[in-house]
């Protein structure tokens, strides 16, 4: 059995949280996205531990995720 990706693409991002990838990416742009994006040359990609963190805490806005990181 293989271990889950370290980092998720936008698109799988979405799938696991049962969203679109547009609502994902209108989430980031406006603030309501917690996890730290990476970019990766043209790639958007967030950190699955980080992911699954944010949504067990609640899914609090960026600017509240970014002080209890």
């Known amino acids: 059995m293989s271990e ?3 980092l998720v693409s936008f698109g799988e991002a979405a799938k696991l ?3 679109s ?16 994006v ?3 040359g043209r790639r958007s ?3 699955r531990e980080e992911l699954q963190r944010w ?3 609640g899914m ?5 995720w ?3 990181a």
């Open 21 to 36: 990838r547009a609502l994902l990416y209108q989430m980031h742009a406006d603030g309501r996205l917690g996890p730290l």
């Open 17 to 19: 949280l049962s969203i």
């Open 38 to 40: 990476h970019k990766l």
């Open 60 to 64: 609090p806005p960026r600017v509240k």
């Open 66 to 68: 970014e002080t209890r």
């Open 4 to 6: 889950p990706a370290l």
């Open 45 to 47: 990609l967030l950190v």
């Open 55 to 57: 949504v067990a805490q």
